[in-house]
Every structure is written in C-alpha cells, then in structure tokens.
Nanobody, 112 residues
Framework: EVQVVESGGDLVQPGGSLRLSCLAS????????MTWARQAPGKDLEWVST???????TYHASVKGRFTISGDNAKNIVYLQMNNLKIEDTAVYYC??????RGQGTPVTVSS
C-alpha cells in the first residue's frame, strides 16, 4: 500500500527553522515526483515545492531561497528544510505523490 506520513511540524518564532519529514512506504521516493503543499487557515491548498527524480527541484516564489526540498533514498524520506520562517508560513503542510496520495499533514505555526 502506498502511504506517506508527514512529521516535524511545531510552533516556532519568526526567523526560526524547522525540518519537515515525509516518510514514504509502498514505493521509492527516488523514482517518484514528490510535492509539499500547505493549507493556511481559511485558505486553499497552496503548492510549495516539488522534487523530481534526478534531484530537480522547484519552489513557490514565496519560499524560494528559504526552503529546501531533498530526499534520502536510503531512508525513503523527503524533507522540507524551512529557514527564516515567517508568520505567513503558518499552515498545515502536506506531502503527496504524483498520483495524489497524501498524508494527514503536519501543522506549522510561526508566532512570537
């Protein structure tokens, strides 16, 4: 069964950092297009970043230069390193496969 489970969300102050993890099972992240998206309270789901096979990465303009997506093929995990967090980064963050398999999300709150 194809599954992804997100973790790593927390309460952090503006300017802080977090690393989110997406643990995959039932498939190999090294062969898959993996995406992080987020949904802020009262807003639509927003694409954040994508990691493609071969290591090609893309980012939403609002996070470019602050967030880094990467994969650990041995552990079958996709990470989202988030630096210089802003209040507007507050959201539930979801990891998903190209087929739309998504986890339950992990909440990130940026607040002073």
């Amino acid at each position: 069964e194809v599954q992804v489970v997100e973790s790593g969300g927390d309460l952090v102050q503006p300017g802080g950092s977090l690393r989110l993890s997406c643990l995959a099972s039932g498939f190999s992240v090294s062969d898959s297009i993996m995406t992080w998206a987020r949904q802020a309270p009262g807003k639509d789901l927003e694409w954040v970043s994508t990691l493609s096979p071969g290591g090609y990465t893309t980012y939403h303009a609002s996070v470019k230069g602050r967030f880094t997506i990467s994969g650990d093929n041995a552990k079958n995990i996709v990470y989202l390193q988030m630096n210089n967090l802003k209040i507007e980064d507050t959201a539930v963050y979801y990891c998903s496969t190209a087929a739309g398999v998504r986890g339950q999300g992990t909440p990130v709150t940026v607040s002073s």
